[in-house]
């Protein structure tokens, strides 16, 4: 008689064991998930950042009234001025949306709101917007 293989009971109790860490993996995974794309909102807020100083140093130390409009003297705008020339990646629906020229409201959201003093923009607000929508996960000022 052949007594070679695995019984009924000992495959059972492998089944039991794998689906006891798939239950504990998976949360972890899917957490792990959602923090990497609010590291990516914030790194979007980091560069739309970079390309509003870069604005103002070109534009005499005035800052852009919004992403896509006002332009400086050589005619870039913040958004010509990001990496691409173009818009960057929402993290949380993978749409080239962001920045927006609102405060960040929806998952994803990076928003540009410039500070005006005497009718001068003298600086900025960056906000970018974690996987809960309204909840900040940064907010950037400019230097003032």
């Known amino acids: 008689m052949n007594n070679k293989g695995f019984t009924l009971i000992e495959l059972m109790i492998v089944?039991?064991?794998?689906?006891?860490?798939a239950a504990i993996a998976i949360p972890n995974f899917i957490s792990m998930q959602a923090r990497a794309k609010e590291a990516s909102v914030k790194s979007n807020?980091?560069?739309?950042q970079l390309a509003a100083e870069d604005f103002a140093v070109q534009n005499d130390g005035v800052y852009a009234a919004?992403?896509?409009v006002d332009a400086a003297p050589n005619g870039?705008?913040?958004t010509a001025m990001?990496?691409?020339g173009g818009l960057l990646e929402n993290p949380f629906t993978k749409a080239a949306t962001e920045p927006v020229d609102v405060?960040?409201?929806?998952s994803g959201q990076t928003g540009y709101v410039p500070i005006v003093m005497a009718?001068?923009?003298?600086?900025y607000t960056i906000t970018g917007c974690g996987k809960d929508a309204g909840v900040l996960v940064?907010?950037?000022?400019s230097g003032q």
């Open 45 to 48: 807020c980091h560069t739309v």
């Open 76 to 78: 870039d705008t913040i």
């Open 15 to 21: 089944v039991v064991i794998i689906g006891i860490l």
């Open 82 to 84: 990001l990496p691409g």
């Open 119 to 123: 009718l001068v923009n003298v600086g």
């Open 138 to 141: 940064i907010t950037l000022s």
């Open 103 to 106: 405060a960040a409201a929806t």
């Open 66 to 68: 919004n992403v896509g």
